[in-house]
């Protein structure tokens, strides 16, 4: 090795769309490398823009509030087109039209608490694969009060975007974490990177470790946006079929090349509990699932060992 091909590395964190964002670039030169980084950070800060339900200029925000149909960006359109793929396939686990039942529960807010049962049920009414349609950049709502949500999706894309923006400055090894939206670049120089893979009772504890190079890694779990009451725990993930917190697991953890679709998917499968999560991981080649289900017991797609250490 000579002296100036040493790696250096640059390690950076930001908050953006609602988590700490954190990217770690491994190059022979640092200057390229910290340029690099720079601009990932502003292309996450552009999607959040267009696609965050906080922002209310947002394009996801007045596609809410439009009556009809609203034109969106490309990358809008997108991330919606998969949503609402996805949405199909699990026969509305995942549902980008859940908005509304996801400001009645507001967890992000100072007193979140159970919502009346009627407010729910209002919040369900005409949601579902059905109630978005794509048509070329063009959305169409089926009724006026739709409001929409990527928040199961769109941090995936983020990333995704990251390490495309990392990838054309020239850089060959890296790592974007979106607090448990991850994707790498590369290895770690010549070697796997390894991904510790948050135990969702455990705090700080690893469930296990995952050796991976050039794929994505997303957790869901029901530990990091709840409240409790009654001794019950509410987290951010819907059961649509329900109104209420999804039940049937405590963290699921996807593997898959796009950190979008292991996003989306990884809702989904939270969703759908182990059974049916694991048919429809079986439906997407390459893509393996962990699921930690409610009792705590494992259940893991065939290919998941192999990347276990
Ligand atoms: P995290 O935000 O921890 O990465 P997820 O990717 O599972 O977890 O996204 C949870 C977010 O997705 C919620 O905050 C909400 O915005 C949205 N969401 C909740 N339930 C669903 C669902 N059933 N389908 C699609 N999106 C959902
Ligand atoms: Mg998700
Ligand atoms: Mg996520």
């Given at each position: 090795?000579?002296?100036?091909?040493?790696?250096?590395?640059?390690?950076?964190?930001?908050?953006?769309?609602?988590?700490?964002?954190?990217?770690?670039?491994?190059?022979?030169?640092?200057?390229?490398?910290?340029?690099?980084?720079?601009?990932?950070f502003a292309e996450m800060a552009r999607i959040e823009e267009l696609m965050s339900v906080q922002r209310p200029d947002s394009e996801v925000a007045r596609l809410g509030r439009a009556e009809q149909s609203l034109a969106v960006?490309?990358?809008?359109?997108?991330?919606?087109?998969?949503?609402?793929?996805?949405?199909?396939?699990?026969?509305?686990?995942?549902?980008?039209?859940?908005?509304?039942?996801k400001a009645l529960w507001d967890l992000e807010g100072d007193a979140p608490r159970i919502p009346e049962q009627a407010a729910i049920a209002a919040a369900l009414e005409g949601i579902g694969p059905q109630a978005l349609r794509l048509e070329g950049l063009r959305v169409y709502k089926a009724h006026p009060e739709l409001v929409v949500d990527l928040g199961g999706i769109?941090?995936?894309?983020?990333?995704?975007?990251a390490v495309a923006v990392l990838e054309q400055a020239g850089i060959a090894s890296a790592s974007v974490n979106a607090g448990g939206d991850l994707r790498l670049l590369g290895g770690?120089?010549?070697?796997?990177?390894?991904?510790?893979?948050q135990h969702p009772r455990e705090a700080g504890e690893v469930l296990t470790i995952l050796?991976?190079?050039?794929?994505?890694?997303?957790?869901?779990?029901d530990y990091e946006r709840y409240f409790e009451q009654d001794g019950r725990r509410y987290h951010h993930i819907f059961d649509p079929r329900t109104g209420f917190p999804a039940d049937?697991?405590?963290?699921?953890?996807?593997?898959?090349?796009?950190?979008?679709?292991?996003?989306?998917?990884?809702?989904?499968?939270?969703?759908?509990?182990?059974?049916?999560?694991?048919?429809?991981v079986g439906e997407f080649p390459g893509v393996e699932v962990l699921i930690v289900d409610a009792a705590g017991a494992l259940h893991a797609s065939a290919g998941m060992a192999e990347l276990q250490r």
């Open positions: 090795l000579r002296g100036d091909a040493r790696e250096q590395q640059v390690r950076q964190s930001r908050i953006l769309m609602g988590t700490v964002v954190e990217i770690n670039v491994l190059d022979q030169d640092a200057r390229r490398a910290q340029a690099a980084v720079e601009a990932a960006s490309t990358e809008t359109a997108e991330v919606l087109a998969l949503g609402l793929e996805i949405a199909r396939r699990s026969a509305g686990a995942f549902d980008p039209s859940l908005g509304r039942l769109a941090k995936g894309y983020a990333v995704d975007r770690r120089g010549e070697r796997p990177w390894r991904i510790g893979i050796e991976l190079s050039d794929r994505a890694v997303v957790t869901s779990g049937a697991v405590q963290s699921v953890t996807l593997v898959a090349d796009s950190a979008m679709l292991a996003d989306a998917l990884a809702t989904a499968v939270f969703v759908l509990g182990p059974r049916q999560g694991l048919d429809l």
